[in-house]
């Protein structure tokens, strides 16, 4: 069984920054691609960044030249660096793990979410 468990979320004013981390867990070969994601009250999840195993990034929009996403493939890890942060991007933040290799299947795993929350 695979799990993501991640860490880093909290209070902060705007113009801080957080560090969000998730570390998956488990039997795993690798893992294809890392990401994270948020939903805010009332809306949608929305896709935040992504990142693969070869170092291949994506990023929102709305968090471009703001968030750095990152990973230590040898630590399953994924971080997310968020710095001038803004009340929009309060929201419950979610890691992603797809294509992840086990002995059995391929997966595609979520954490728990983890609460950032932004005040002006």
């Known amino acids: 069984q695979v799990q993501l468990v991640e860490s880093g979320g909290g209070l902060v004013q705007a113009g801080g920054s957080l560090r969000l981390s998730c570390a998956a867990s488990?039997?795993?070969?690798?893992?294809?691609?890392m990401g994270w994601y948020r939903q805010a009250p009332g809306k949608q999840r929305e896709l935040v960044a992504t990142?693969?195993?070869?170092?291949?990034?994506n990023y929102a929009d709305s968090v471009k030249g703001r968030f750095t996403i990152s990973r230590d493939n040898a630590k399953n890890t994924v971080y997310l660096q968020m710095n001038s942060l803004k009340p929009e991007d309060t929201a419950v933040y979610y890691c992603?793990?797809?294509?992840?290799?086990?002995?059995?299947?391929?997966?595609?795993?979520w954490g728990q979410g983890t609460l950032v929350t932004v005040s002006s």
């Open positions: 992603n793990a797809d294509g992840v290799r086990t002995p059995y299947r391929y997966l595609e795993v």
């Open positions: 990142i693969t195993s070869g170092g291949n990034t």
């Open positions: 488990g039997i795993i070969f690798s893992i294809n691609a």
